[in-house]
């Protein structure tokens, strides 16, 4: 019987570039891929002794690249437009983006429940809590139905525990 040796350790500065690394991945793989270039561009920039590291950064760095000169510059305009984008961002997993599109058709329709509901789920999923609840209370002032939707929604998984979220979706309880 043979002694397995031991896997070497990884020194501190090298599961640092490990990290970014992974980092860079995860944003590209969600196809964030502004997010995964500023990952790779630290790694090449902060890390010259990661040599394989480096030759993967640079390899997929150019497909950011591509994707990013690719990706058209959509300004939506009209209340209509600022909603959809902002869904359609929220599907993405876009979460930080589409709350951006999500607030902007809220000054526009400040009462408007899709508007307010959307915008309490994609908080939410990007962990801004304080908006996403104010934002859920809203909507369920202007449509109580939207009481029993959140209750079901996985949008709001984060905030099941939550006093003030359960205070909305179960008023009689509290």
Known sequence: MTAKKPAPAVDKRSQQAIDIFEKAMKALS???YEKAREHFDALLSGFPEERDLLERARSYKPVCDRALDKKPAYKPKTFDEMLHHGVYLHNRGEFDEALKFMKQAAEIHPKNENVLYCMAATAARAGDSATALKSLRQAVSVG???????RQDPDFDGLREDEEFLSIVYPQAS
């Not at 109580?144 to 959140?150: G, S």
């Open 30 to 32: 969600k196809h964030d």
């Open 144 to 150: 109580p139905a939207n009481r029993a939707q959140a």
